[in-house]
């Protein structure tokens, strides 16, 4: 008998693990579901060629539409050096991907009405309670001086998690220099520190009228300490990460961890690429402070990981029989949160105005211009390389894998939106 419980208890045990994987489709699946083959092939060519160039060192792709995953292949090698070849498993940074799941975490807390989106930052974080914005600047034997004059709005909790403070960042605003001071040495620091040090420069436009992405997500970090009163990154794997079982996803990895780890890497103009962190126990992820829990761009993880969320927001908040958030929380996440005058865009397009921005994604909003996702697609990015897109009217995920700076332009990425949208012939 006891041999046949122990038996019983293995066979438990591998049916409750394998339950909790998703599922892939067969050949016959995947057309059934719409998908060409043909196109997944000749993107990964596409993957492969972009590997010979030394543009990036490897990729993971992963393609899934109604909960079915209908594409995931791993190419190249995760870490040159050691001649390690890519793995479906492999973990990346992947940056602003952070984002949406720092978003989610502070609207739980507005779900439970302990804040509330249009709430001043300042009822919990005091130091924003009186806002500066910046009309001039000018500098003496290069000391900058800056002339401002009083904000005569609040900032919102809403704010934070559109971009739209009117705080500089390293990607926009008029005080690069000043963003840039309070930057240094940003991962020996703690999100408190840094918020407090934000909180104190002046302001590029009044909270709500103009988009300038950056910062909001570490401010949301450090509202969701304040307000649950438990440290941000417990707060996440509480109540997103362990729910779901996102093994992979963390902010600071183990030196176990470094066989799947991606080395970064850019290329060097020579035919070479150069590393920016090793994917090795000397990884700053693995043998650094571990202090500074971003929610702008701190978590590291994996393809599969990351589909699971994609998956639960597609589902209204629901994952694998596990309620995370209720349908009218997600549903700020897939609703534009902007006036329609403002544009969330980094660089100008030729189709302004089409980039909304919800509680966590960018969002489409016409069926202009020359991207192929249908209009309320969501999507993002990190600036280590990866990049994906939730296409809600066709329950689809679509996500690519690296690791390489994206200031570099790479053909596979810049059109990963047109493979992926072309491979989905069946609609």
Known sequence: MKVISSILAVL?????????????????????????????????????????????AGAVTLVARKGKIVHFEAKGQSQIEANIPMQKDA?????????????????????????????????????????????????????LIYKTKEATKPMLIRHALTHTTGQPSAYGGNMPEAYDAISKNIEKSTIEIFVKKLARLPLTHEPGEGWIYGSGLLIAGRLIEVISGMP?????????????????????????????????YQPDGKGNMSIIDPGSEKSARISGPKTFYSGG??????????????????????????????????SLMKTDQLPLNIDAVLTITDDLKNHGFTFGYGIKRREVGKDPKPAGTISWGGSTGPTFFIDLKHEMVAMVMYQTPMTFQIDFKKNFSNWMMTSLIKQ
């Open 12 to 56: 438990l045990c591998i049916n409750l693990a394998t339950a909790q994987i998703p599922k892939i489709a067969s050949p016959a699946e995947v057309k059934a579901l719409g998908f060409d083959q043909k196109v997944f092939d000749a993107f990964e060519s596409q993957v492969e060629k972009s590997i010979q160039k030394k543009e990036i």
């Open 232 to 264: 941000f990154q417990d707060f996440v794997q509480k109540r997103i990460l362990d729910p779901m079982e996102m093994k992979d996803t963390h902010f600071y990895l183990e030196p176990k961890d470094a066989p799947r780890f991606t080395t970064y």
């Open 297 to 330: 761009g701190g978590l590291t993880s994996t393809a599969m990981d990351y589909f699971k969320f994609c998956q639960m927001v597609i589902q209204d908040g629901e994952y694998n029989g596990v309620r995370i958030a209720k349908p009218a929380t997600i």
């Open 91 to 143: 973990i990346f940074r992947i940056a602003s991907m952070t984002k949406p799941i720092a978003t989610l975490a502070l609207l739980l807390l507005v779900e439970e009405g302990k804040c509330n989106p249009d709430e001043p930052i300042s009822k919990y974080l005091p130091e924003f309670a009186s806002q500066q914005i910046m009309i001039s600047k000018d500098s003496i034997n290069g000391m």
